[in-house]
């Protein structure tokens, strides 16, 4: 039986720009995503099912960034948040149509099935109108599943450093995937960082120098661990290259945070939308 | 028969074929005296295209030899595609291209003369066959629209490439809209994505339709005339009528032209409530029979073909494909042949594999024409020589 809550919500913004770039990237990540809508935020979000292999995705976005009109009224006073789960793919096509929009408008509608319908008026040479609307259906999400949709909370990293060009790891994490299924992430407080991939016959390491590391939270904390010791993780090999099959454009700060032997934690802000992806150790 | 291609005509042609392969799996070709005829099929009968070459097209152009008559042949699509496969190498190396019909071996001998003396002779087989003909005629259509190319590319942009049909229709204020079609099914837990283009009469160059008249036909299929159509840089026209009669879409210039005829689903498969969202559906010629169709598959639509035995035409051999159910309107317009008996349908039985002719007059030449009218309710005898 589906979970539906009333409809009736209005949740009606008119966006100026928006970059289709981040539904494209979330489209390559996951099928399925929720859309978590509140006063002052978007969030696209992933939570850590077994499907998605334990990944985990948050995506925020200031609404005053983007949209130059804004309303919304979520189930209740106090819990003024609206869930959508949609497909993915659907909203990275709408918006595909928008990148030549005057105008956008995103509304939630009940046009025989509960959907999010956006509205693109397009720019065209002559004088003439064209309007594309897309209907995408979508799930709301019911309060009691809210708690697993929850920013997840970043534990301290062991080494914290900045990445390198993304699409140079990308293509060499392409090239190691046809010799193996896991790979290791490795970085230490000198700003070096390693990749590594170790089969019967043979391993291959490629190294990243220089990349300096962010200044960490607690003094304490970097102080006594030594610099050139490497934290490491071992991780599917799929997983980080689906995320950075999704980075088109070089993010304006990208750090990498490293829990050894848990979890690798990606934190990235382009422009003004802020990614959060975590990839589990592999068991 | 023997023509000869030059210049920036062979990468046309080349592309009239790949356009011509989206619908079916063979190619008629057949050389007339005002041009050669590129013609094909799809297997379910729902769609037929045809490019017409005029004699201007062709450095010289030869129907027949002498004394002879026009071999008439068929070949396999994706033979004659894989000559011209790669479009871009046709473009920058391909000077001239031969093409000619060797009757004694059954050949059809494409020679592509490329540059620095190259020469890539390809030999196909070929079968004679009849001449394949839809029956048509854009003119007995009572709507029509009329855009450049461009406009309908851009008009289709927003759909998924995977979408299979598409409603064209007349909004209220006279806008032109698209939407995608999905079929209903009561069952499917995940829905898809709705898409909807609006685009104002003003980009058209001939709108002569009213609000709320809608076709839904295969996007697909049209994709490919019109992938043409905007690299050649020329206008479309779609010539409808009742949901259920087949749509044409053409395109001219002076050298050539094409057709393609596209079956569109009959008011009773439109089972989709949105079509009535466009504006309140004509109460036309139709009072469609829910009762009568024997079953729901989506392709029991199809197209009245006609084949010729030979030129003379002494007796027209209808050979058609048949598709299970549907039945035409009841209380047909003025054009429809007049089938009124209907078998009774059992159930658990097959359906009953007769024709129903969909087209309304025939456009065979006097000369060619059938004694008298024909219903045409002959079993399929394709594949016979």
């Known amino acids: 039986m589906p979970h539906w809550a009333p409809v009736n919500l209005p949740a009606a913004f008119l966006l100026h720009s928006i970059t289709p770039g981040v539904s494209n990237m979330i489209a390559k990540l996951a099928k399925t995503c929720t859309l978590r809508i509140s006063p ?30 804004f309303q919304m009224e979520g189930v209740s006073a106090e819990n003024n948040e609206i869930y959508l789960e949609l497909t993915s793919e659907n909203l990275s096509r709408a918006l595909k149509t928008a990148q030549n929009a005057r105008a956008l408008k995103i509304k939630l509608t009940n046009k025989h099935f509960p959907c999010l319908t956006v509205s693109i008026e397009l720019l065209s040479v002559s004088n003439s109108s064209r309007v594309v609307t897309h ?3 979508i799930r709301v999400i019911p309060r009691k599943l809210w708690k697993d949709l929850q920013e997840p909370t970043v534990p301290d990293a062991d080494v914290s450093i900045y990445l ?15 010799i193996s299924n896991h790979l290791i992430i490795e970085a230490n407080l000198n700003g070096e960082l390693n990749l590594k991939i170790e089969t019967e016959l043979v391993c291959v390491t490629t190294h990243f120098k220089d990349l300096g590391n962010p200044p960490s939270a607690s003094e304490d904390a970097s102080q006594a661990r030594n610099p050139e010791q490497m934290a490491e993780v071992r991780i599917d090999i799929r997983r980080l290259l689906q995320f950075l099959a999704g980075q088109q454009v070089n993010p304006t700060k990208a750090v990498c945070n490293i829990m050894s032997n848990k979890i690798v934690h990606f934190d990235l802000l382009h422009e003004d939308v802020s990614l959060q992806y975590f990839i589990p150790a592999f068991s | 028969m023997k023509c000869l291609v030059t210049g920036g005509n062979v ?46 097209f062709f450095q ?6 002498p004394g002879q008559e026009a071999l008439r042949c068929k070949i396999l699509m994706k033979s004659f595609l894989a000559v011209f496969r790669s479009l871009a190498m046709v473009e920058k190396t391909v000077e001239r291209c ?22 890539k002779t390809h030999n196909l087989s070929f079968q004679e066959c009849e001449s394949l003909q839809a029956v048509f005629d854009p003119a007995l259509c009572s709507h029509v629209l009329r855009a450049p190319a461009r406009v309908l590319g851009e008009a289709v942009q927003p759909f998924p490439p995977t979408l299979a049909e598409v409603t064209l229709g007349i909004g209220s204020g006279r806008r032109v809209i698209l939407r995608s079609y999905q079929e209903e099914e009561a069952d499917r837990t995940v829905k898809a994505m709705v898409t909807e283009m609006s685009i104002g009469e003003e980009d058209f160059q001939q709108l002569q339709a009213q609000e709320g008249v809608a076709i839904t036909f295969c996007l697909k299929e049209f994709r490919g005339l019109l992938t043409f159509a905007e690299s050649a840089n020329l206008s479309l026209s779609i010539h409808f009528d009742v949901p259920g009669r087949p749509a044409i879409f053409a395109i001219k210039d002076s050298l050539l032209d094409g057709h393609f005829v596209l079956a569109t689903m009959s008011e009773s498969d439109l089972r989709s409530p949105e079509l009535h969202r466009l504006a309140p559906p004509l109460q036309a010629h139709s009072t469609p029979h829910l009762d009568d169709f024997a079953n729901d598959d989506i392709d029991s639509y199809m197209i009245a073909m006609e084949t010729t035995a030979d030129i003379e035409g002494s007796r027209a051999v209808p050979s058609v494909s048949f598709s299970p159910g549907h039945q035409p309107p009841a209380s047909p317009g003025p054009y429809s042949e007049d089938n009124d008996t209907e078998p009774s349908i059992e159930p658990g039985t097959p ?28 079993e399929d005898s394709e594949g016979e020589g």
């Not at chain 1, 979000?45 to 009109?69: P, R, T, Y």
């Not at chain 2, 799996?25 to 013609?39: A, I, N, T």
């Open chain 1, 40 to 69: 002052d935020k978007l969030n696209f979000i992933l939570s850590d099912k077994v499907a998605n292999g334990g990944v985990s995705m948050w995506c925020e976005l200031e609404q005053e960034n983007f949209f130059s009109e």
């Open chain 1, 135 to 137: 209907d995408i259906p």
């Open chain 1, 164 to 178: 390198p060009v993304l699409k140079t790891m990308k293509s060499i994490v392409e090239k190691m995937k046809n």
């Open chain 2, 11 to 56: 990468k046309v042609l080349g592309k009239a074929v790949h356009s011509l392969s989206r619908i079916g799996d063979e190619l008629y070709l057949e050389p007339l005296e005002d041009g050669l005829s590129l013609r094909t099929v799809n297997s379910s009968r729902s769609a037929y295209a045809c490019f017409l070459f005029a004699p201007l």
């Open chain 2, 60 to 65: 010289q152009y030869q129907a027949a030899t």
């Open chain 2, 98 to 119: 031969c093409i000619s019909l060797n009757g004694r071996n059954s050949r059809l001998v494409v020679q592509l003369h490329c540059r620095y003396g190259v020469r």
């Open chain 2, 351 to 378: 359906p009953p594999k007769k024709f129903r002719s969909l087209f309304f007059g025939s456009i065979l030449a006097p000369a060619h024409s059938p004694p008298g009218p024909s219903p045409v309710l002959a």
